[in-house]
Protein backbone atom coordinates (compact mmCIF):
# COMPACT_ATOMS: atom_id res chain seq x y z
CA UNK A 1 0.00 0.00 0.00
CA UNK A 2 1.33 3.32 -0.80
CA UNK A 3 1.75 6.32 2.09
CA UNK A 4 -1.09 8.31 -0.16
CA UNK A 5 -3.41 5.01 0.47
CA UNK A 6 -2.68 4.66 4.09
CA UNK A 7 -2.91 8.08 4.64
CA UNK A 8 -6.37 8.23 2.96
CA UNK A 9 -7.34 4.97 4.36
CA UNK A 10 -6.88 7.24 8.05
CA UNK A 11 -8.75 10.00 6.73
CA UNK A 12 -11.34 7.95 5.82
CA UNK A 13 -11.86 6.69 9.14
CA UNK A 14 -11.77 9.85 11.03
CA UNK A 15 -15.10 11.74 12.11
CA UNK A 16 -16.22 15.68 11.96
CA UNK A 17 -14.12 16.24 14.89
CA UNK A 18 -11.03 14.40 13.75
CA UNK A 19 -11.58 16.48 10.31
CA UNK A 20 -11.83 19.98 12.17
CA UNK A 21 -8.51 19.31 13.92
CA UNK A 22 -7.00 18.64 10.93
CA UNK A 23 -8.18 21.88 9.11
CA UNK A 24 -6.95 24.70 12.45
CA UNK A 25 -3.65 22.64 12.77
CA UNK A 26 -2.85 21.83 9.29
CA UNK A 27 -3.20 18.08 9.40
CA UNK A 28 -1.82 17.06 12.97
CA UNK A 29 -4.68 14.89 13.32
CA UNK A 30 -4.14 12.30 10.95
CA UNK A 31 0.22 12.64 12.16
CA UNK A 32 -1.07 12.09 15.96
CA UNK A 33 -3.60 8.93 14.35
CA UNK A 34 -0.09 7.51 12.40
CA UNK A 35 1.69 7.53 15.19
CA UNK A 36 -0.63 6.32 17.45
CA UNK A 37 -1.48 2.94 15.19
CA UNK A 38 2.21 2.96 14.77
CA UNK A 39 2.85 2.48 18.18
CA UNK A 40 -0.08 0.06 18.96
CA UNK A 41 1.57 -2.12 15.96
CA UNK A 42 5.06 -2.45 17.90
CA UNK A 43 3.13 -3.17 20.77
CA UNK A 44 1.57 -5.79 19.44
CA UNK A 45 4.95 -6.76 17.83
CA UNK A 46 6.59 -6.58 21.73
CA UNK A 47 4.11 -8.60 23.01
CA UNK A 48 4.87 -11.42 20.69
CA UNK A 49 8.53 -11.27 21.15
CA UNK A 50 7.91 -11.62 24.34
CA UNK A 51 5.62 -14.84 24.25
CA UNK A 52 8.15 -15.86 22.17
CA UNK A 53 11.23 -15.56 24.73
CA UNK A 54 9.22 -17.30 26.99
CA UNK A 55 8.64 -20.11 24.28
CA UNK A 56 12.60 -20.18 24.03
CA UNK A 57 13.18 -20.07 27.72
CA UNK A 58 11.20 -23.39 27.56
CA UNK A 59 12.71 -25.12 24.69
CA UNK A 60 16.30 -24.00 26.60
CA UNK A 61 15.52 -25.96 29.66
CA UNK A 62 14.18 -29.14 28.05
CA UNK A 63 17.50 -29.06 26.23
CA UNK A 64 19.09 -29.03 29.46
CA UNK A 65 17.33 -31.18 31.26
CA UNK A 66 17.57 -33.73 28.30
CA UNK A 67 21.28 -33.41 28.12
CA UNK A 68 21.34 -32.80 24.42
CA UNK A 69 24.43 -32.95 22.59
CA UNK A 70 23.77 -29.51 21.27
CA UNK A 71 25.73 -26.32 22.61
CA UNK A 72 23.58 -24.55 25.47
CA UNK A 73 25.25 -21.51 24.88
CA UNK A 74 23.94 -21.34 21.12
CA UNK A 75 20.17 -21.11 22.70
CA UNK A 76 21.47 -19.01 25.08
CA UNK A 77 22.43 -16.45 22.40
CA UNK A 78 19.10 -16.71 21.02
CA UNK A 79 17.55 -15.35 24.31
CA UNK A 80 19.88 -12.76 24.26
CA UNK A 81 19.08 -11.41 20.47
CA UNK A 82 15.59 -11.60 21.58
CA UNK A 83 15.94 -9.73 23.98
CA UNK A 84 17.67 -6.68 22.49
CA UNK A 85 15.50 -6.88 19.43
CA UNK A 86 12.46 -6.91 22.08
CA UNK A 87 13.60 -3.27 23.28
CA UNK A 88 14.73 -1.89 20.02
CA UNK A 89 10.91 -2.85 18.83
CA UNK A 90 9.58 -1.33 22.16
CA UNK A 91 11.87 2.03 22.07
CA UNK A 92 11.55 2.44 18.57
CA UNK A 93 11.47 6.49 17.26
CA UNK A 94 7.66 7.09 16.33
CA UNK A 95 8.07 10.28 14.06
CA UNK A 96 8.21 13.09 16.63
CA UNK A 97 10.21 15.99 15.92
CA UNK A 98 10.98 19.33 18.10
CA UNK A 99 10.12 22.29 16.36
CA UNK A 100 13.48 23.96 16.31
CA UNK A 101 14.97 20.24 14.86
CA UNK A 102 17.43 20.68 12.54
CA UNK A 103 16.92 17.42 10.66
CA UNK A 104 13.36 18.47 9.65
CA UNK A 105 9.67 18.21 10.55
CA UNK A 106 7.82 14.58 9.98
CA UNK A 107 5.68 14.69 7.28
CA UNK A 108 2.44 12.53 6.84
CA UNK A 109 4.11 10.76 4.15
CA UNK A 110 6.85 9.98 6.40
CA UNK A 111 4.76 8.49 8.85
CA UNK A 112 2.56 6.50 6.63
CA UNK A 113 6.23 5.26 4.96
CA UNK A 114 6.74 4.00 8.81
CA UNK A 115 3.45 2.75 9.36
CA UNK A 116 3.84 0.49 6.00
CA UNK A 117 7.14 -0.53 6.63
CA UNK A 118 6.14 -1.78 10.50
CA UNK A 119 3.62 -3.98 8.71
CA UNK A 120 6.26 -5.22 6.55
CA UNK A 121 8.19 -6.10 9.64
CA UNK A 122 5.31 -7.74 11.08
CA UNK A 123 5.01 -10.31 8.62
CA UNK A 124 9.07 -10.89 9.86
CA UNK A 125 7.78 -11.62 13.35
CA UNK A 126 5.10 -13.65 12.16
CA UNK A 127 7.52 -16.05 10.65
CA UNK A 128 9.92 -16.13 13.16
CA UNK A 129 6.88 -16.91 15.85
CA UNK A 130 5.92 -19.82 13.34
CA UNK A 131 9.95 -21.21 13.24
CA UNK A 132 10.00 -20.53 17.59
CA UNK A 133 6.60 -22.37 17.61
CA UNK A 134 7.77 -25.85 14.81
CA UNK A 135 10.74 -26.15 17.17
CA UNK A 136 8.66 -26.13 20.78
CA UNK A 137 6.41 -28.50 19.08
CA UNK A 138 9.14 -30.69 17.64
CA UNK A 139 10.65 -30.61 21.89
CA UNK A 140 7.76 -31.64 22.78
CA UNK A 141 7.68 -34.85 20.67
CA UNK A 142 11.29 -35.22 21.73
CA UNK A 143 12.38 -34.66 18.32
CA UNK A 144 16.08 -33.40 18.85
CA UNK A 145 17.34 -34.34 15.15
CA UNK A 146 17.27 -30.76 13.58
CA UNK A 147 17.42 -28.88 16.79
CA UNK A 148 21.15 -27.00 15.56
CA UNK A 149 19.99 -26.17 12.16
CA UNK A 150 16.71 -24.86 13.73
CA UNK A 151 18.35 -22.80 16.18
CA UNK A 152 20.88 -21.47 13.34
CA UNK A 153 17.54 -20.74 11.44
CA UNK A 154 15.70 -18.39 14.41
CA UNK A 155 19.19 -16.76 15.01
CA UNK A 156 19.48 -15.78 11.05
CA UNK A 157 15.73 -14.80 11.21
CA UNK A 158 15.90 -12.46 14.43
CA UNK A 159 19.38 -11.03 13.14
CA UNK A 160 17.74 -10.44 9.81
CA UNK A 161 14.67 -8.52 10.98
CA UNK A 162 17.06 -6.41 13.88
CA UNK A 163 18.87 -5.25 10.78
CA UNK A 164 15.37 -4.01 8.97
CA UNK A 165 15.14 -2.88 12.28
CA UNK A 166 17.95 -0.54 11.95
CA UNK A 167 16.93 0.59 8.56
CA UNK A 168 13.72 1.93 9.76
CA UNK A 169 14.66 5.54 10.40
CA UNK A 170 15.88 6.12 7.29
CA UNK A 171 12.29 5.78 6.35
CA UNK A 172 11.33 9.15 8.80
CA UNK A 173 14.23 10.66 7.24
CA UNK A 174 15.26 9.97 3.99
CA UNK A 175 18.63 11.30 2.76
CA UNK A 176 18.04 14.42 0.67
CA UNK A 177 20.39 17.17 0.29
Known amino acids: MSEHDTIEKIKSKQGILDKIQNFFTLGYGTKEDLRELDKKLRDLMYEDF ?35 VMEKVRHADYGYAGLMDRKGHIREEELARVLNYDKELSVDVDNISQSIDEIYSKIENEDWTTISSDVKNVKNLLLAFEDKLQQREEKYRPFEV
Open 50 to 84: RRMRHEWEDIYLEALNEKVAFSGSKLKKVIQIIDR
